[in-house]
């Protein structure tokens, strides 16, 4: 996968030193548009996330992304477990959650995860681990920034909608 055709995001696009820039606006980006919505909690839909919801969404693939990279610095070609997108919706009740809470935690988050790519040597961008979406695959870690930055930019259009 190297566009995603619903948002247009292009990873080839997106180098090794675009990343902490990348993901340190993050934080700043999502409260301006959570700012921008009247209710926070609404779903436009029953099987559309709320704008908190794709928030906290974000906020745990930072979390998870960094989790992965640290995995893939230590082992060679591990197999990343699924997050489970869909079960933490409910199991960690992300629509009952402080929305500004989840702001300063994703922007720690993608802070964090900004750090840890910036000290990355060119070798480490070339480790790779078994990514599970969309079907299980060897990645980079290089690769595995670039998609989450990818994530940033697509759910900041789902908040936005």
Not at 135 to 161: F, K, N, P, S, Y
Request: net charge negative.
């Amino acid at each position: 996968m190297d566009r995603c055709d619903e948002c247009g995001f292009d990873y080839t696009a997106v180098s090794a030193e675009d990343l902490r820039g990348r993901l340190e606006a993050a934080g700043p980006r999502f409260a301006a548009a959570l700012a921008a919505v009247v209710d926070p909690r609404r779903r436009p839909a029953p099987s559309v996330w709320s704008p908190l919801e794709y928030t906290c969404h974000v906020r745990d693939v930072l979390y998870v992304q960094g989790e992965r990279v640290a995995l893939a610095l230590r082992v060679d070609n591990p197999e990343f477990v699924p997050m489970g997108r869909e079960e933490r919706v409910v199991a960690d009740a992300y629509n009952a959650q402080d929305p500004q809470a989840v702001l300063t935690e994703l922007t720690g988050a993608a802070h964090e995860l900004a750090r840890v790519f910036d000290a990355l040597g060119p070798a480490q961008w070339e480790r790779t681990g078994i990514y599970p979406w969309p079907a299980a695959q060897t990645r980079t870690i290089l690769w595995l920034g670039r998609h989450t930055v990818h994530e940033v930019e697509h759910h900041l259009m789902d908040v936005a909608r």
